[in-house]
């Protein structure tokens, strides 16, 4: 069964660095689509990027060219390194899977499995 735990998350000032981790078990690393996602108050589960089976990657616009998704076989582990955070970037964050080796979409409804997700805090 597939099993996620994300960490890393915490507070940190605009501008600033954080790299969340997600830890998977239950299946063959990297043979299914992963996610990553965040979910602020009030507001509806969004995608944040999308790695492939084959390690190609998808970002949502808001994110681009300051987050940057990585996979380390050797760990069955996903990363979320976020660069330059913004106050905006503030939400849970989750890691996902879709039981496909290809990413058909970012949208939350087809990925399967969730961790529990992790806080992010960006204050300015």
């Known amino acids: 069964q597939v099993h996620l735990v994300e960490s890393g998350g915490g507070s940190v000032q605009a501008g600033g660095s954080l790299r969340l981790s997600c830890a998977a078990s239950?299946?063959?690393?990297?043979?299914?689509?992963m996610g990553w996602f965040r979910q602020a108050p009030g507001k509806e589960r969004e995608g944040v990027g999308i790695?492939?089976?084959?390690?190609?990657?998808s970002y949502a616009e808001s994110v681009k060219g300051r987050f940057t998704i990585s996979q380390d076989n050797a760990k069955n582990t996903l990363y979320l390194q976020m660069n330059s955070l913004k106050p905006e970037d503030t939400a849970m964050y989750y890691c996902?899977?879709?039981?496909?080796?290809?990413?058909?979409?970012?949208?939350?409804?087809?990925?399967?499995?969730w961790g529990q997700g992790t806080q992010v805090t960006v204050s300015s």
């Open positions: 996902a899977v879709d039981p496909s080796p290809v990413c058909y979409s970012d949208y939350a409804f087809d990925f399967g499995y």
């Open positions: 239950g299946y063959t690393f990297r043979s299914y689509c």
């Open positions: 790695i492939d089976n084959e390690g190609s990657t």
